[in-house]
């Protein structure tokens, strides 16, 4: 164990940096590829497609990591002072500190966004990604279509604007968190990625247009890219046929880069 890590509970590791919030991760040892599950906006480590994750590579000996971003679960630091940028750092610091050899990145929602940054940034270590409800470049459509103009003057004049959800917490988005996205948009220009790409998209989701994964897999270099449309399907897909269908997914990848 490097001597930055400490232990929190008897699970939850702590994943220490100068300067920075901590990160809280949960590490299974085993054989790479190593599958690394990264989590939405305002999620945490601890929802059903991590922990399905995590019991599929368990049992199959394989190398799995999940972790919270700076602000959210278990981590250090306040939610408000996130952004895309600054999460994806958080993920590039996790990988980068607990893992080594190839990896297969795994991303819900806002996770899939920072999945693709990883990834672009660390090309040569991955075998190969899954999107769940991907939502690269969402807060250009959030700041022009979801919000109201009320809410895009509260935003401008106080910095943030809290957005009711239909989910456990109101949504906190800030101007910085819109600001910082326009650095890191993807979908206006190809993704310059080569690895097998899959991509899971329920066509009831109301959160993110089920097209945003058809546009993935227009941009993208890579030539192995599969999309899967789940009809009926909402924004989490968290059901057990979707959790089956999830595994399955990263099982046939995993065998692929073996």
Not at 144 to 155: I, K, S, Y
Request: one cysteine or more; hydrophobic letters at 40%; aromatic letters at 6%.
């Amino acid at each position: 164990m490097p001597s930055n890590m400490s232990l929190s509970d008897s699970n939850c590791k702590i994943l220490a940096r100068a300067g920075a919030a901590s990160i809280a991760y949960y590490l299974t040892p085993g054989h790479t590829p190593t599958v690394v599950f990264m989590t939405g906006f305002m999620s945490d480590m601890s929802g059903g497609k991590a922990l399905a994750l995590e019991t599929m590579c368990r049992d199959r000996g394989q190398a799995f990591l999940r972790f919270d971003y700076s602000g959210h679960g278990l981590s250090e630091g306040e939610f408000a002072d996130g952004t895309i940028g600054s999460w994806a750092e958080d993920a590039l610091f996790a990988i980068d500190s607990l893992t080594q050899g190839p990896l297969i990145l795994v991303g819900s929602s806002m996770g899939g966004w920072i999945m693709l940054l990883t990834a672009l940034a660390r090309a040569d270590r991955i075998a190969g990604l899954v999107g769940i409800a991907p939502a690269p470049d969402f807060t250009d459509r959030l700041y022009h279509d979801e919000l109201t103009e009320a809410q895009r003057a509260e935003m401008d004049r106080t910095g943030k604007v809290v957005v009711p959800s239909a989910y456990e917490d109101d949504y906190v988005f800030t101007r910085a968190l819109i600001e910082d996205g326009r650095d890191h948009f993807l979908l206006d220009g190809e993704i310059a990625l080569d690895c097998p790409i899959r991509l899971i998209h329920g066509q009831q989701d109301d959160a993110v247009p089920w097209q945003t994964s058809l546009k993935i897999a227009e941009m993208a270099r890579s030539r192995d890219v599969e999309v899967t449309l789940v009809k009926g399907g909402d924004h989490r897909l968290s059901e057990l046929a979707d959790l089956e269908r999830l595994t399955a997914i990263v099982r046939k990848l995993l065998d692929q880069a073996s």
